[in-house]
């Protein structure tokens, strides 16, 4: 009995050491080795499922948006360097809003993946789900065209997962001050972003979704927001006690569409300000949905209903002609005895008498 006891202790404490040996899992890759004639340094790739990770001020507001995983690297190609940072999150949805966080408006507009900015040796980029931050060692005339190539080479998502917020495409455009569009989820990157509305108000127990951006006005700029509430009832409410709100900083303004809550602060005039709201409309988009009904091809019932029905149909045909081919013949008979249906019966019978 001992034994037996000292042999499943040994087991166990093998078991525990092999367990405990197990490397854990890794997280799947994100950049690719080379590009156009890039190379990654192996010795510098980082991977990490951690948010910390990819930005640590601000990994709060990357779990906002969705945050996977992220990816860091060095890439050399002769004598050039280039250090990448790449944040995956569950959607395309999360990157669009993680790269309206980063962009500056002082930034210029690149054409490199979905939408790209830049600032002098700093390049800013998300394709799909994907958030890529790139710092060059220099600008060159082909340093578009390599970044396009990596933005190729990231792997993508289908489907649903790669599509993007439909909100943002609410905001007008006309006096819109560029890469001011900040898409959000969250309440943390509300108070970072500075938004205006306490969070007690916007309610993201209702689960919210909300875009922010400035405008040119003759004083100044202008803040506006607009909350999606998705459903024209709670934006309703929303708005009353919007309204009935002591905010400070104000005038506010106030425009309700649909289930979109608009508000308009900052240094505008009345009439403008009004102009601003009158330009915030919200359209239902009618899609197909699937039908609620089953299918009449893959209903078995029906199949043998209409097999029934095309059986009694081919029976009823088959008598209206039987019927109607006997009346032509007895019509023909009265009519033309002995000469369209019967033969004479004076007809000879040609006889071989073969014995």
């Known amino acids: 009995m001992k034994n037996l006891c000292f042999i499943l202790l040994l ?19 994100i950049l690719p080795d080379s590009f156009r004639g890039w190379q990654k340094d192996a010795a510098s790739d980082k991977i990490s499922s951690n948010p910390s990770a990819a930005d640590s001020a601000d990994a709060p507001v990357l779990k906002e948006y969705g945050f996977s995983d992220s990816e860091q690297a060095s890439y050399t190609r002769d004598d050039r360097k280039m250090q990448v940072k790449a944040a995956r999150f569950d959607n395309a949805g999360g990157a669009y809003g993680a790269f309206t966080y980063y962009v500056r408006p002082q930034m210029a507009k690149e054409t490199i993946g979905d939408e790209a900015a830049s600032e002098n040796s700093r390049v800013l980029f998300y394709r799909g789900n994907i958030l ?12 578009a065209s390599d970044l396009r190539a990596l933005a190729d080479a990231l792997p993508q998502v289908r489907g649903n997962l790669a599509a993007l917020p439909s909100l943002p495409a609410n905001l007008p455009r006309k006096l819109y001050i560029a890469h001011t569009e900040r898409f959000i989820e969250g309440p943390v990157a509300t ?41 024209p009832q709670i934006a309703a409410t929303k708005l009353r006690e919007f309204q009935d709100a002591s905010l400070p900083a104000g005038p506010f303004y106030f ?32 899609t197909m949905t699937q039908a609620t009904r089953q299918n009449p091809k893959d209903n078995l019932g029906n199949l043998i209903i209409g097999i029934f029905v095309l059986v009694g149909f081919i029976v009823l045909l088959a008598l209206i002609f039987g019927f109607a081919f006997g009346g032509i013949r007895i019509l023909s008979k009265k009519l033309f005895p002995d000469k369209v249906f019967d033969r004479p019966e004076d007809v000879e019978i040609i006889r071989l008498n073969l014995k």
């Open 255 to 286: 425009k309700r569409s649909g289930p979109l809550v608009a508000v308009i602060s900052g240094n505008i005039p009345q009439d403008e300000a009004q102009s601003l709201l009158a330009a915030v409309n919200w359209d239902a988009e009618v």
């Open 191 to 231: 108070e970072r972003l500075g938004v205006p509305i306490p969070l007690s108000l916007i309610d993201f127990s209702k689960s919210p979704e909300l875009v922010a951006a400035k405008y040119h006005s003759t004083w100044g700029e202008a803040n506006l927001l607009l909350i999606d509430y998705h459903t």
């Open 11 to 29: 087991a166990l404490l093998a078991g525990s050491s092999c367990v405990a040996a197990t490397p854990p899992a890794k997280t799947a890759v």
């Open 132 to 143: 890529v931050d790139i710092s060059l060692d220099r600008v060159t005339a082909m340093s």
